[in-house]
């Protein structure tokens, strides 16, 4: 009984503090109910600040996405940046088009002015890498964005950048969390009603000027392409860039077309899960039999970091087939090479190990692989191009340290234009590349759960029973991640190296196991390299690889209880 009353004196005190009508009234719904078993859901503790910033579902008490959290988030960064030196320093700070958004970039614009920091707000709803962009090119002390990405509805987050463009890392983030617990009331915050700066749309024509830079002077422009914003912020952006750059304007997927933080056509708002692409499958369909087939199909997801690709497909029921993270990563480094791009090219740990044998069949072009995000890319030292297998490009580092889903959409339909030119496709590039280096089959064992115990049990159980075989094949080297190395950081993984099989049909194989940073997800990252002699051996080869990966995959499955 002690227990429920106190837990009703948090409720009724975190209460008296909000400051949004609409979570007062859901928080005080509960109270006046009782109904502890949500209020204990709500008050079990805190959304934890990290390197991802904060992300949860929307609703009230400190369990969930609201504005008090919002406000004592921007109370502990701007203190933060205060004990930096950053004192009357500009903090920018973006947003989507999500429910709350809009508020909870005012709500941190009138913290940071309250802390006697310079706040400049951007005009509207836009991606994320316009707010990347714009923290260098103001001269920014640091940036928010608040957005959550391609999570479902429900949610928001706000992510947190410093000055030089590049989402924090540790320790920053430990410091900001520190800050964040000081605060013991909101009536300790002081937020103005006014004093902060609304952007004009400079910055974003500035974005916009800057996007040019990623393409070749006189290269190939025709190209046909339909396009998503997957109801999020991209559009007016992506297609200003593409006119920019002489493109045909893209056939805009209507349904999805204009932000709606619902995104009532799709279950999750990315590219990557199922049915998400169906409507750009449907689009392109009904522009074929109208005798206007596209090359290719464009996505982005709601906050337009992240490009998905894909190319026609007569084999598949769609007509159509999505190209996995990891194949549109080494066309965009192909390109790049052949552009004599200079400088270090990069990838997480779990993306395909194929943009290392680019590299190294380049002329001086350095390799580096980092932990998993751009928080950790961003950081490569002389970084020319980046890109992670969850959908990320950074394909312009001087302009967005961050991946940026629109010029990736430019680099990418320049690419199929060139080939276009030529008679040819990104798939017959792909054909090429996996001659030239070996087929780099790649797949995902991924696994959503509501019981986070689940996913430390399995990570329990491949630690203290580690695989020796998966597939048949030989475990090599098992890495516990969580030890760190000399060059990468601690983190929560698995990576095993598997051997090839003795008759030579693979050469190597790789998987690593880990938590999902942002969803309730354990994630398993496969790959399995198949030499190939010719490109007549192709299918061959593809439908070896498939079966291999199908058999690791269940292997991994039974090794982890999942």
Same mark, same amino acid.
């Given at each position: 009984?002690?227990?429920?009353?106190?837990?009703?004196?948090?409720?009724?005190?975190?209460?008296?503090?909000?400051?949004?009508?609409?979570?007062?009234?859901?928080?005080?719904?509960?109270?006046?109910?009782?109904?502890?078993?949500?209020?204990?859901?709500?008050?079990?503790?805190?959304?934890?600040?990290?390197?991802?910033?904060?992300?949860?579902?929307?609703?009230?008490?400190?369990?969930?996405?609201?504005?008090?959290?919002?406000?004592?988030?921007?109370?502990?960064?701007?203190?933060?940046?205060?004990?930096?030196?950053?004192?009357?320093?500009?903090?920018?700070?973006?947003?989507?088009?999500?429910?709350?958004?809009?508020?909870?970039?005012?709500?941190?614009?009138?913290?940071?002015?309250?802390?006697?920091?310079?706040?400049?707000?951007?005009?509207?709803?836009?991606?994320?890498?316009?707010?990347?962009?714009?923290?260098?090119?103001?001269?920014?002390?640091?940036?928010?964005?608040?957005?959550?990405?391609?999570?479902?509805?429900?949610?928001?987050?706000?992510?947190?950048?410093?000055?030089?463009?590049?989402?924090?890392?540790?320790?920053?983030?430990?410091?900001?969390?520190?800050?964040?617990?000081?605060?013991?009331?909101?009536?300790?915050?002081?937020?103005?009603?006014?004093?902060?700066?609304?952007?004009?749309?400079?910055?974003?024509?500035?974005?916009?000027?800057?996007?040019?830079?990623?393409?070749?002077?006189?290269?190939?422009?025709?190209?046909?392409?339909?396009?998503?914003?997957?109801?999020?912020?991209?559009?007016?952006?992506?297609?200003?860039?593409?006119?920019?750059?002489?493109?045909?304007?893209?056939?805009?997927?209507?349904?999805?077309? !204009? @932000? =709606?933080? &619902?995104?009532?056509? +799709? *279950?999750? /708002?990315? #590219?990557?899960?199922?049915?998400?692409?169906?409507?750009?499958?449907?689009?392109?369909?009904?522009?074929?039999?109208?005798?206007?087939?596209?090359?290719?199909?464009?996505?982005? !997801? @709601? =906050?337009? &970091?992240?490009?998905? +690709? *894909?190319? /026609?497909? #007569?084999?598949?029921?769609?007509?159509?087939?999505?190209?996995?993270?990891?194949?549109?990563?080494?066309?965009?480094?192909?390109?790049?090479?052949?552009?004599?791009?200079?400088?270090?090219?990069?990838?997480?740990?779990?993306?395909?190990?194929?943009?290392?044998?680019?590299?190294?069949?380049?002329?001086?072009?350095?390799?580096?692989?980092?932990?998993?995000?751009?928080?950790?890319?961003?950081?490569?030292?002389?970084?020319?191009?980046?890109?992670?297998?969850?959908?990320?490009?950074?394909?312009?580092?001087?302009?967005?340290?961050?991946?940026?889903?629109?010029?990736?959409?430019?680099?990418?339909?320049?690419?199929?234009?060139?080939?276009?030119?030529?008679?040819?496709?990104?798939?017959?590039?792909?054909?090429?590349?996996?001659?030239?280096?070996?087929?780099?089959?790649?797949?995902?064992?991924?696994?959503?759960?509501?019981?986070?115990?689940?996913?430390?049990?399995?990570?329990?159980?491949?630690?203290?029973?580690?695989?020796?075989?998966?597939?048949?094949?030989?475990?090599?080297?098992?890495?516990?991640?969580?030890?760190?190395?000399?060059?990468?950081?601690?983190?929560?993984?698995?990576?095993?190296?598997?051997?090839?099989?003795?008759?030579?049909?693979?050469?190597?194989?790789?998987?690593?196991?880990?938590?999902?940073?942002?969803?309730?997800?354990?994630?398993?990252?496969?790959?399995?390299?198949?030499?190939?002699?010719?490109?007549?051996?192709?299918?061959?080869?593809?439908?070896?690889?498939?079966?291999?990966?199908?058999?690791?995959?269940?292997?991994?499955?039974?090794?982890?209880?999942?």
């Amino acid at each position: 009984m002690e227990q429920e009353r106190d837990l009703l004196a948090r409720a009724r005190t975190w209460l008296a503090e909000d400051p949004d009508p609409e979570t007062r009234a859901e928080l005080a719904a509960l109270i006046d109910a009782e109904n502890l078993p949500e209020l204990k859901a709500r008050f079990a503790g805190t959304l934890q600040f990290g390197t991802a910033g904060l992300r949860g579902e929307i609703g009230a008490g400190p369990m969930r996405m609201n504005r008090t959290v919002v406000i004592r988030a921007a109370a502990g960064l701007a203190a933060y940046l205060n004990k930096q030196g950053h004192a009357g320093g500009t903090v920018v700070i973006g947003y989507d088009a999500r429910h709350k958004s809009a508020d909870f970039a005012r709500d941190t614009a009138a913290v940071m002015v309250g802390a006697g920091l310079k706040a400049a707000l951007l005009p509207r709803p836009l991606p994320t890498p316009v707010l990347a962009f714009a923290i260098r090119h103001l001269g920014a002390v640091a940036g928010v964005e608040v957005t959550a990405s391609h999570n479902p509805p429900r949610d928001n987050g706000y992510k947190v950048y410093l000055g030089d463009g590049s989402q924090i890392v540790p320790p920053a983030d430990a410091g900001i969390a520190a800050e964040i617990a000081a605060i013991e009331s909101l009536n300790d915050v002081p937020r103005p009603n006014a004093g902060w700066e609304t952007l004009r749309d400079g910055v974003l024509d500035a974005y916009l000027e800057r996007t040019d830079a990623v393409l070749t002077g006189g290269s190939a422009r025709d190209i046909g392409v339909v396009y998503t914003p997957m109801h999020g912020v991209g559009r007016t952006v992506l297609t200003a860039a593409f006119e920019r750059a002489g493109f045909p304007a893209p056939l805009v997927v209507a349904e999805q077309a !204009d @932000p =709606d933080p &619902d995104f009532p056509t +799709v *279950a999750f /708002p990315n #590219p990557e899960e199922p049915g998400a692409m169906d409507l750009s499958f449907a689009t392109a369909r009904d522009a074929a039999a109208r005798g206007e087939a596209p090359d290719i199909i464009i996505a982005n !997801d @709601p =906050d337009a &970091d992240r490009c998905a +690709v *894909a190319v /026609p497909d #007569p084999d598949s029921v769609e007509g159509w087939r999505m190209l996995r993270g990891d194949e549109v990563g080494a066309l965009l480094a192909e390109h790049l090479v052949h552009k004599n791009a200079a400088g270090t090219f990069a990838t997480t740990i779990v993306s395909s190990s194929l943009l290392s044998r680019i590299a190294a069949a380049s002329t001086g072009t350095p390799y580096e692989e980092t932990l998993t995000g751009f928080k950790w890319l961003a950081r490569v030292g002389g970084l020319r191009y980046a890109y992670e297998e969850a959908l990320g490009y950074c394909v312009d580092p001087e302009g967005v340290r961050d991946k940026d889903g629109i010029t990736a959409a430019l680099l990418i339909a320049e690419l199929a234009a060139e080939l276009k030119e030529k008679g040819r496709t990104l798939t017959d590039l792909l054909d090429d590349l996996a001659v030239e280096h070996g087929l780099h089959a790649t797949d995902q064992l991924s696994v959503r759960v509501e019981d986070l115990s689940l996913i430390a049990a399995a990570m329990r159980r491949l630690r203290e029973q580690p695989p020796t075989t998966l597939a048949g094949l030989q475990v090599t080297t098992a890495d516990d991640l969580s030890k760190g190395s000399e060059s990468l950081p601690p983190t929560d993984g698995l990576r095993y190296h598997l051997s090839g099989d003795e008759a030579g049909t693979v050469s190597a194989a790789r998987v690593i196991v880990r938590p999902s940073g942002t969803e309730p997800k354990l994630k398993c990252y496969l790959e399995v390299v198949v030499p190939v002699a010719s490109a007549a051996a192709l299918t061959d080869a593809r439908a070896h690889a498939a079966e291999v990966l199908a058999s690791v995959k269940t292997d991994l499955a039974r090794a982890a209880g999942i």
